[in-house]
């Protein structure tokens, strides 16, 4: 894996790359990159935000924007953090994501995927 992602000790994320993905593979990706925050309002949550942090440019970002668009039916926003890039969604596409990558989540890191407001820390 790490002969298809860097390339001159530079992280890079090809379609080539993409196309050997699995669903276990991205649930990996995820455990390492990945990330969930609750949104709160008047001191309720109502909604939450996913990120995976790619840290990538932003024509990469697009690419893989358009890879989970085109065979996972999940759809990520750009989102500029630290002088790059990385991918950010909303309540409703996290509940199709992690749907797909739960089966493959280990069980010290299920809280990434757990979608229950409750457990959000105050």
């Known amino acids: ?8 000790n530079i992280k890079t994320v090809s379609q080539n790359f ?3 993905l699995t669903l276990q593979g991205i649930a990996i990706w995820f455990m ?4 969930k925050s609750f949104k709160k309002k008047d001191g ?7 990120t995976l942090n790619t840290y990538l440019s932003k024509e ?14 999940v759809n990520w926003g750009l989102n500029k953090s630290k002088g790059s890039f ?4 909303g309540t409703h596409e996290a509940r199709k994501f992690f749907g797909l990558l739960e089966p493959y989540i280990i069980p010290s890191m299920k809280y990434k995927v757990d979608l229950q407001f409750q457990t959000a820390p105050t």
Request: aromatic share 12%; glycine share 2%; hydrophobic share 40%.
């Open 44 to 50: 309720r949550v109502h909604a939450v935000e996913v």
């Open 86 to 89: 990385r991918l950010r969604m």
């Open 18 to 20: 993409l196309q050997y």
């Open 1 to 8: 894996m790490v002969k298809r992602c860097y390339r001159d």
């Open 32 to 35: 390492d990159d990945g990330s």
């Open 60 to 73: 990469e970002n697009e690419t893989i924007i358009a890879y989970f668009a085109e065979r996972w039916d």
